[in-house]
């Protein structure tokens, strides 16, 4: 799924998310460029980004995630990808400003 500039990244499942949820890490880089060698702040949510589900796999935590769901601000299209995959997501909440399902 697109969100207008993007192909939206969803996970094949939140146990598949292992990735750290803390310390600093240097992101190797990608062909789009984004955010490759540079380092990242893993403690700070805002600062977290994939371009693959391998991605999404190796640097988010799924609990954390988890976690962080509700208080997410995500554009719909992004959560209209991923609540359908992952219905624990959908239960945990629909996102600062959205009204609930």
Same mark, same amino acid.
């Given at each position: 799924m697109r969100d207008?500039?993007?192909?939206v990244v969803v996970?094949?499942?939140l146990a598949a998310l292992r990735g750290p949820v803390?310390? !600093?890490w240097q992101l190797p880089p990608h062909p789009n460029g984004s955010r490759g060698g540079r380092t990242t702040n893993f403690a700070?949510?805002?600062e977290r980004e994939a371009a693959s589900p391998a991605d999404l796999e190796r640097w988010l935590g799924g609990t954390e995630f988890? !976690?962080?769901w509700p208080q997410l601000f995500l554009p719909r299209?992004?959560?209209a990808a991923w609540q359908p995959q992952q219905p624990t997501l959908a239960r945990a909440g629909a996102g600062p400003g959205v009204p609930q399902m």
């Amino acid at each position: 799924m697109r969100d207008g500039l993007r192909q939206v990244v969803v996970a094949t499942g939140l146990a598949a998310l292992r990735g750290p949820v803390s310390g !600093r890490w240097q992101l190797p880089p990608h062909p789009n460029g984004s955010r490759g060698g540079r380092t990242t702040n893993f403690a700070d949510p805002d600062e977290r980004e994939a371009a693959s589900p391998a991605d999404l796999e190796r640097w988010l935590g799924g609990t954390e995630f988890l !976690r962080l769901w509700p208080q997410l601000f995500l554009p719909r299209v992004v959560r209209a990808a991923w609540q359908p995959q992952q219905p624990t997501l959908a239960r945990a909440g629909a996102g600062p400003g959205v009204p609930q399902m």
